[in-house]
């Protein structure tokens, strides 16, 4: 039976396999209900009561340990897919999702794989093609230039010759890297040798492959991303941008949709811009072009993320596009229902990550189970995540927790609602960063938009000092320690016995039962 | 009723509360050294306690903290058990600052190294973090080894203090 939303697919599918963990397979599972799928999860050993797990109409126990044997074991998870009677696999964002060899293994397996072609993970993967390919395509590049030299000591030369027609600063980058890895900033000439040589060392190590560009660097930019969406017949629409400055060691923070820069006119320069790069890879579902915009407002291609993205869900906020239920619907080889005259940007949205880390001690990760976790609830606001309460936050996995977004009419109602919804989120046993989440939105110069990636580092630079609990609030514990408040309990059933009203169904003021003052 | 606690600051607090049928009053509070007039109620209702200019606090207890979220703000004040003295012997113990895995062990017993040198470089949640000599000193212990994994707070040297 073919569900209704996919009659005259080419790929029609009902069961999809979600080869990820936490807040995205979450995210996935509930598109799946949504659209009528049947939803797998597999998992390790040590996920075995996550949220994920739980949510999934089947769950498969993925054998061995650590992610090389589970989450990233491609073979396995295939072969899962294929005794479970599994017709597609969602690769969610990282682990395998930019991996082409496991984007190949499954079509040749006979599964729908919903993600981009593999030859279009692999161009814009290798930067220096990446580069190639966008400056054919004409889109514009960060300026900079690749090196193709074999020998080390002619290659050292000829970054050398390079850095001088450049200019400095510089990044010297690995042409495989990613995530910060095999990426040298030079801000001296008598420093280009060692800075190449680290970085090609460091790429060689992590991926195999010691290829190394220049590009200029751009200091003070912005980091903005063009949405993309194309389907299996060379339809391409961009679904505007998302502003992500906000950085720590690149590490995105916040994101927001629009961003306070982009004007109707450069949105649909760089909207062009990404659709033709989209193009010049044959590119097939939902990816992003990421962008920097310097303060003179020109634009150069980053780099491209060929899966969904963490921040996916401010565009959706924005623009009514469910982009999860759209990887299906291309990946089941329908056309898209949409044209770009039908995308419009409707309000404001802003996504913060929500993650176990000490903000005041240079934000290193924490642990600790999430004794009490009340996540904000009412109009726009949205929260994607992957754990509740009880859980325990264990080293083995990032430590994002949650994705806060909020939705409003304009900017200055989004930060208010986010103020506001930040302000009702309750996470008690583990550090986070949510005090300083507050801090930041409220800050005066995020406030009037002034974002770049190096925002943090500006104003927090001598790190984040936590606010010293009020009279208040040291009252209200030593109360709670007098009246033998119980560890790790949501309810006392103590208190409920002292107050017999509480028993009572009928009892209109079981929740509002304030007396003071 | 007494108690001690102490908050993010290494401030020590010290209430003292009577308790009525309405809930429970100051009768003294101090700051460190400082006492603090009081004009303020508390009451229990079930996981929270309410306090008489009308906010609510939500609270909870793991271990000895207790977490508290007051007017969108997170803290954690530890409880000080009477008679404990929490600042005991933890001198010259180097220990984890997160849960991770031990990337690299830079010194040897019995090494001599200076306050600022890198001891140990380790791993958690795709973050590196080095673990400094505090002070100089001479390494007593190695108390971990490369590929180790640890639990925040394992102590990972123990480093004699040059007197």
């Known amino acids: ?517 | 009723m007494q108690n001690e606690f102490q908050d993010c600051n290494s401030e020590k607090w010290v209430v003292t509360l009577s308790s009525s049928a309405h809930g429970f009053t100051v009768e003294a509070m101090s700051r460190g050294a400082e006492n603090i007039a009081v004009d303020v109620r508390a009451e229990r209702k079930g996981s929270k306690i309410l306090l008489s200019d009308g906010t609510m606090a939500t609270l909870c207890k793991v271990g000895d903290d207790w977490w508290i979220h007051h007017s969108g703000r997170t803290h954690k004040l530890q409880l000080i058990e009477p008679g404990l003295d929490s600042s005991e012997d933890s001198e010259g113990s180097l220990v984890a600052p997160m849960p991770g895995t031990i990337l690299d062990v830079m010194v040897t017993r019995g090494e001599q190294v200076a306050a600022g040198q890198a001891l140990i470089l380790m791993e958690a949640m795709k973050m590196e973090h080095k673990v400094v000599a505090p002070t100089d000193g001479l390494i007593e212990a190695l108390l971990c080894s490369q590929g180790d994994r640890v639990e925040q707070g394992a102590v990972l040297i123990e480093l004699s203090g040059k007197e």
């Open chain 1, 1 to 517: 039976m073919v569900l209704d939303w996919m009659e005259g697919a080419e790929r029609p599918f009902s069961k999809v396999l979600v080869a990820n963990r936490g807040e995205i397979a979450c995210r996935i599972i509930r598109a799946c209900k949504e659209l009528g799928l049947n939803s797998v999860a597999v998992h390790a050993e040590d996920d075995k009561d996550s949220l994920f797990v739980e949510m999934a109409d089947e769950s498969i126990l993925l054998e061995g340990t650590g992610l090389a044997q589970t989450y990233l074991n491609g073979e396995q998870i295939i072969s899962i897919a294929l005794k479970n009677g599994v017709h597609a696999i969602h690769p969610g964002f990282g682990f395998l999702s930019e991996r082409s060899d496991f984007a190949n293994a499954v079509n040749s397996a006979g599964l729908v794989w919903v993600g981009p072609p593999a030859q279009a993970i692999d161009s814009m993967g290798d930067k220096m093609t990446a580069r190639r390919l966008m400056r054919q395509a004409g889109v514009p590049v960060i300026p900079g230039e690749e090196i193709n030299e074999s020998d080390p000591e002619k290659e050292l030369a000829a970054i050398h010759e390079a850095s001088q027609r450049i200019g400095l600063p510089l990044m010297i980058k690995a042409s495989a890297g990613g995530g910060g890895k095999g990426m040298r900033m030079v801000s001296e000439f008598s420093g280009v040798r060692g800075a190449a040589q680290a970085a090609r060392r460091e790429a060689e190590a992590a991926f195999g492959d010691g290829r190394v560009y220049i590009e200029k660097m751009l200091t003070s930019s912005r980091h903005i991303e063009i949405q993309i969406l194309a389907d299996s017949f060379s339809n391409v629409i961009h679904l505007g941008e998302r502003e992500c400055s906000v950085q720590r060691r690149h590490q995105k923070v916040l994101e927001e949709a629009p961003s306070p820069v982009v004007s109707e006119g450069l949105r649909a320069q760089m909207g062009a811009a990404a659709v033709n790069a989209a193009k010049a890879v044959f590119y097939e579902g939902a990816g992003t072009v990421e962008f920097l915009v310097t303060t003179h407002g020109t634009f150069h291609f980053l780099e491209m993320n060929t899966r969904i993205q963490v921040e996916h869900p401010i565009t959706e906020c924005v623009t009514g596009v469910d982009l999860v239920v759209e990887q299906f619907r291309i990946a089941a080889g329908l056309p898209l229902n949409r044209e770009q005259t039908d995308i419009s940007i409707n309000g404001h949205s802003i996504e913060v990550r929500i993650y176990a880390e000490s903000p005041a001690s240079g934000f290193l990760p924490a642990t600790g189970t999430l004794a009490r976790w009340q996540a904000p609830e009412g109009p726009g606001v949205r929260v994607d995540t992957g754990v509740r309460q009880g859980d325990e936050v264990t080293p083995s996995y990032d430590p994002m927790l949650a994705k806060l977004i909020v939705h409003a009419s304009d900017r200055n109602a989004a930060i208010r609602r986010m103020r506001r919804a930040l302000s009702e989120f309750v996470i008690l046993g583990t550090v986070t960063n949510v005090d300083f989440l507050q801090d930041l939105i409220q800050h005066p110069s995020f406030k009037a938009g002034r974002t770049s990636t190096d925002f943090i580092a500006e104003h927090w630079g001598n790190g984040w000092t936590e606010q010293a609990p009020s009279i208040d609030v040291v009252l209200a514990v030593a109360v709670a320690e007098a009246s033998g408040m119980q560890r790790n309990k949501t309810v006392s059933a103590s208190s409920e016995s002292l107050d017999p009203l509480r028993h009572d169904p009928s009892n209109p003021f079981l929740s509002i039962g304030k007396r003071f003052p």
